[in-house]
C-alpha cells in the first residue's frame, strides 16, 4: 500500500479503497496537520555539534532579497518562534537564509549551512545492512510507508550546541 497524501476529515478519494479510507479517518490523530509546539523532551539522547579546533566561526552577510521575500521571511520566522522552534542565538556565528518557492505557490526558508559544515567534525556511523533490516520484516505481509513529518524533531540539541 503507497499512499501519498492525508485526507482530511470526510473527504474521499476513487484511488484508495473504502476499507483503507476507513482506517485513515480512524487514526486521524497520527497524521497531524501540524508539528507539535515546543521542544520535544530530554531523552537521555542529544545531537552534539563539535568543531575543528582554531576552525574561526563564519559570519556571513544575508542574502539580498526583495521586499514581499523580506516581510515572508519574517512572518516564518516570527511563526517558529511562536512555537518555540526557534529564539534568537547569542551565537556570534551568522548564516543566511533565502526562501525558495515551493510546487504550491508558497516559500520555504532555506538556511546555508555550508560555511558551519565546512568546519564541523564529520562523524561516521554506519548504516545497517540490507540483508539485517530485510531480515527483521521477514513474514511480514502488509508494508506501510509513513513520511514521519516530525521525525527530523525527535531528538534535542545538546544544550551548549543550539
Known amino acids: 500500500m503507497v499512499y501519498k497524501e492525508i485526507l482530511s476529515a470526510g473527504t474521499t478519494s ?17 497524521f497531524p496537520e501540524e508539528l507539535p509546539e515546543g521542544l ?4 537521555g539522547i542529544e545531537y552534539q ?16 532579497i526583495n521586499p514581499e521575500e523580506a516581510k515572508e521571511l519574517e512572518k516564518q520566522v516570527a511563526d517558529l518562534m511562536s512555537k518555540g522552534y526557534v529564539w534568537e542565538s ?11 518557492p515551493k510546487k504550491d505557490g508558497t516559500c520555504r526558508m532555506c538556511v546555508d549551512y555550508r560555511a558551519i559544515n565546512n568546519i564541523t567534525i ?3 556511523h554506519p548504516i545497517p545492512r540490507l540483508d539485517d533490516m530485510l531480515d527483521e ?16 524533531h525527535q531528538i534535542r540539541m545538546k544544550e551548549g550546541d543550539k
Open 14 to 30: 476513487p484511488d484508495i479503497p473504502e476499507e483503507i479510507q476507513d482506517v485513515l479517518h480512524r487514526y486521524q490523530d497520527v
Open 40 to 43: 520535544p523532551p530530554l531523552r
Open 49 to 64: 555539534i563539535d568543531f575543528l579546533l582554531g576552525a574561526p566561526l563564519p559570519n556571513r552577510p544575508a542574502y539580498r
Open 90 to 100: 547569542p551565537s556570534p556565528c551568522a548564516v543566511p537564509v533565502l526562501l525558495v
Open 122 to 124: 564529520k562523524y561516521c
Open 137 to 152: 520484516i521477514s513474514g511480514s505481509t502488509v508494508f506501510l510507508k509513513i513520511d514521519l513529518k516530525i521525525g527530523y
